[in-house]
């Protein structure tokens, strides 16, 4: 027997349940395909849950890559306020460390709880360990079958989530739903990855990080992208904020320059030789550690350039210096490739945004089907970007549908 409701949605991720229980005077199914809710969201900030950011709503605009346009209505209209105020009055606080937002308990499990007790509250069915074979229109209704059964709804909701860390569930399922129902995918590639170096010979400095430096990508000699931010140092490359944000955009073959010391090449060339004249004691490698970077990278790197760290300045010859310069200014890594979408915690790439208004998340080719969250083409950097994204894109299915 085919079992009828208004709306089904497919995934039972954040981005699922928050728009189920923003839903008004509806029937509402949701369709998961694990035995259990909010994997994903459970492995949030390291099991914190950063939940989103402090700030202006408009300073998030610039955090999701090229699918920013897209997402301003939606942000705009739930933004990180109402996101905190929301938890608040559902009895969930929220504390602010240095502008990123988590529960007040630091556990995930705190947000999933809320979740699950208000689908509980407005009779939110979920059925779990569904999993999906075929969605159809027929008459204007979409029809669904699972393997265990038949479903027909009115309105059909899409927010399986992108490809990462498919053992919590998001394996890309949505992308072959949305094809099979007209929609274009945009091809998905890890985001917010860390990223693996050729020859790399910096693997003692693992565990190290280095404050809110410049990094660029360079193609072709030409700079494709700049960021700015803290990176750390891993056994094969690079990982931590400022990487993970540009992860991307980076390709196999392409160069990071980092800027060791953050200082302009011309700057930093003037400063050392005038230095070398009004110093002529100061050893290169206490010179070096004024710029605020460790004694084990400027042996490493010296090493590399037969300089002996004990050196003074003056006495160490122009070529050599010019690459002291080069190094600590644009030090640069040739990229053997980002970490793939086992270690990779986003998804560029998915539904293409240009077939979804970004008013309503309705799809602009089939009436009544919506799409959320991570499914669509659309990736937040690191600091509770994504999860804003997927509650502000719930959120408006929500009203729409409503
Ligand atoms: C390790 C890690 C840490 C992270 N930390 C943060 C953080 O601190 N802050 C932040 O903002 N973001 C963080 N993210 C990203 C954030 O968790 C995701 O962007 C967010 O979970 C996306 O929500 P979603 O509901 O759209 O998709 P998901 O959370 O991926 O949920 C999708 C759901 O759909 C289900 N599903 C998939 N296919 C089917 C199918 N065929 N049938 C039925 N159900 C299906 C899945 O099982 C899953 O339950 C992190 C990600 C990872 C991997």
Redesign the pocket.
């Known amino acids: 027997m085919i079992k009828e409701c208004d709306i089904i949605i497919?995934?039972?991720?954040?981005?699922?349940?928050?728009t189920a229980v923003n839903i008004n005077g509806k029937s509402i199914l949701i369709?998961?395909?694990?035995p259990t809710?909010?994997?994903?969201?459970l492995?949030?900030?390291?099991g914190?849950?950063?939940?989103?950011q402090s700030g202006s709503i408009s300073d998030f605009f610039n955090h999701y890559g090229d699918g920013k346009r897209f997402l301003i209505p939606a942000l705009k209209e739930f933004t990180n306020n109402n996101l905190i105020e929301y938890l608040r009055i559902h009895g969930l606080r929220t504390i602010d460390i240095k502008g990123k937002i988590f529960p007040e308990s630091e556990d995930?499990y705190d947000v999933l709880d809320l979740l699950l007790k208000e689908c509980k509250k407005k009779k939110v069915s979920i059925n779990y360990n569904?999993?999906?074979q075929k969605i159809e229109v027929i008459d204007k209704c979409f029809s669904i079958l699972?393997d265990k059964d038949s479903y027909r709804c009115n309105q059909l909701v899409i927010?399986?989530?992108?490809k990462?860390?498919p053992t919590?569930?998001?394996?890309?399922?949505?992308y072959h739903?949305a094809k099979a129902l007209g929609h274009t995918i945009e091809k998905a590639k890890p985001a917010?990855a860390p990223v693996y170096i050729k020859n790399y010979t910096f693997s003692e400095l693992s565990g190290i990080s280095l404050e809110n430096r410049k990094i660029a990508i360079v193609r072709n000699n030409q700079t494709i992208r700049t960021n700015q931010g803290d990176i750390g140092f891993t056994h094969w490359g690079f990982s931590g904020p400022g990487i993970l944000d540009l992860s991307r955009y980076i390709e196999a073959n392409d160069t990071l320059k980092i800027n060791l010391i953050n200082q302009n090449p011309e700057t930093f060339r003037e400063h050392i030789n005038q230095t070398a004249i009004n110093d002529n004691k100061i050893t290169i490698k206490k010179y070096l550690k004024t710029f605020a970077i460790p004694e084990s990278l400027i042996k490493l790197i010296l090493a590399d350039l037969n300089v002996e760290p004990s050196s003074h300045i003056s006495g160490i010859s122009k070529v050599q210096r010019n690459e002291i310069i080069r190094l600590f200014c644009e030090y640069p890594f040739i990229v053997q490739r980002t970490g793939d979408f086992n270690i990779?915690?986003?998804t560029k790439g998915g539904v293409s945004l240009k077939e979804v208004s970004s008013k309503t998340m309705e799809s602009k080719l089939v009436k009544n089907l919506y799409f959320?969250?991570?499914?669509l083409d659309i990736?937040?950097d690191?600091?509770?970007?994504?999860?804003?994204?997927?509650f502000s894109?719930?959120y408006l299915v929500a009203k729409n549908i409503s």
């Open positions: 497919i995934g039972a991720g954040p981005t699922g349940l928050f369709l998961e395909k694990k809710a909010g994997k994903k969201l492995m949030s900030g390291s914190r849950c950063n939940i989103t995930a569904e999993n999906i699972t927010s399986t989530g992108g990462s860390y919590t569930g998001s394996t890309g399922d949505g739903f917010l990779a915690m986003a959320a969250g991570e499914v990736d937040g690191t600091g509770g970007y994504n999860l804003q994204a997927a894109t719930g």
